[in-house]
């Protein structure tokens, strides 16, 4: 692809314009044929409820294909680190992908207040959904890109938009190759995907059915957050281990204690997890879903509330848990990141329970 490039700056030079469109038109052919086998592999693999979305400009028209309404740019925060890495030699593609993986994983945080605005859709008490509002992030104006410009909070839409361009910077016009956004039908997540000659990746750095790589990079720990659909040389899969080589999939003093569990003693190593992770100082929405991920293994069931940010221009809220133990309510509060013996009556009148059951304004950012 060196060779096709230094074709089309050739023909810049010698003002070929029509030879140089004629090539233009052929790079761009190559990637589509990339998009369609991409697809092809979600749905052999994941199945048929997701969708592709790209850049405005371009002319496939399959029903699988959607048009993103919001221009694609680099963070600007993010800039001086992709164009330093555009001008490495030395370093790998694929490990500049990993190293502004890393770099939004531990600068940017997961905005949950966005869950808050789900809406529950009960039409089918067989299949009862969530749907997410387009205007969180999805389908944006110049004020919320603006108001997002004060703090380090994004979404799945938002990380997906800006890590693909950050990605196709790099590339260069590498037709061969290319980063751009998968999402599921109904909306709820949009992830990134790098797919070309040599293999095809999702690239998911917030998953919220698991912890997701935003939390665990922040703790020091693996990307469990990357899924290679094909990768016959294992040239992403190397990538990976390496850049695992070294970390842990847990924190070792969090193991430590997991391995003293027992009937009697569950909600005292609850509470020196909590103390372990709030010695990491990470954000509350981390903090949240890493305890839920324990407290589920143990087999409680937990109940979402929601805490308002007190002090904020516009009301936020995060996400808390409680669950019942013994006959007793514990709260476990991601603001203050403690766990505590609860009365569910005063929770009720300092929490905001099933909020998806309500109607919100716009929130800007």
């Avoid at 389908?139 to 196709?168: G, Q």
Wanted: hydrophobic content about 35%; overall charge negative.
């Amino acid at each position: 692809m060196k060779i096709l490039k230094a074709v089309k700056n050739y023909l810049k030079r010698k003002n070929k314009k029509y030879l140089l469109e004629f090539v233009t038109k052929m790079e761009v052919k190559m990637s589509d044929k990339h998009i369609k086998q991409l697809y092809e592999e979600i749905g052999n693999q994941l199945g048929e409820n997701y969708k592709i979305i790209l850049e405005p400009g371009r002319s496939l028209t399959e029903n699988w294909i959607e048009y993103d309404q919001v221009e694609w740019k680099i963070e600007e925060q993010m800039e001086p680190l992709v164009q330093e890495l555009k001008r490495d030699n030395q370093t790998s593609f694929e490990d500049k992908v990993l190293k502004i993986y890393k770099y939004i994983c531990l600068n940017y945080i997961y905005d949950d207040n966005v869950l808050y605005f789900f809406k529950k859709d009960t039409s089918d008490p067989e299949n009862i959904k969530y749907i997410a509002v387009d205007w969180y992030g999805r389908i944006v104006d110049e004020k919320w890109i603006n108001n997002r410009k004060k703090h380090n909070r994004r979404i799945c839409y938002e990380f997906a938009r800006f890590y693909a361009k950050a990605i196709n910077v790099l590339l260069d016009g590498d037709a061969n190759i290319e980063a751009f956004m998968l999402g599921d039908k109904e909306n709820t997540h949009y992830v990134t995907v790098l797919t070309g000659r040599d293999y095809s990746v999702i690239l998911d750095l917030d998953d919220f059915n698991k912890i997701k790589d935003l939390t665990r990079l922040k703790l020091g720990l693996t990307i469990n957050g990357i899924t290679i659909l094909r990768d016959e040389k294992g040239i992403f899969q190397k990538a990976v281990d390496e850049f695992n080589d070294g970390r842990l999939s847990d924190i070792i003093e969090v193991q430590e204690v997991k391995k003293q569990f027992n009937e009697n003693n569950k909600i005292e190593c609850l509470k020196k997890i909590v103390d372990i992770l709030k010695m990491y100082n990470i954000d509350s929405q981390g903090f949240m879903e890493y305890m839920r991920a324990i407290v589920e293994n143990e087999g409680f069931e937990i109940e979402k509330i929601w805490k308002e940010i007190k002090g904020e221009n516009e009301k936020r809220y995060v996400r808390c848990i409680i669950f019942e133990y013994k006959g007793k309510t514990y709260l476990i509060d991601s603001v203050e990141q403690s766990m505590n013996e609860a009365n569910i009556d005063e929770l009720k009148k300092l929490f905001v329970f099933n909020p998806q059951e309500n109607l919100y304004n716009y929130y800007g950012g």
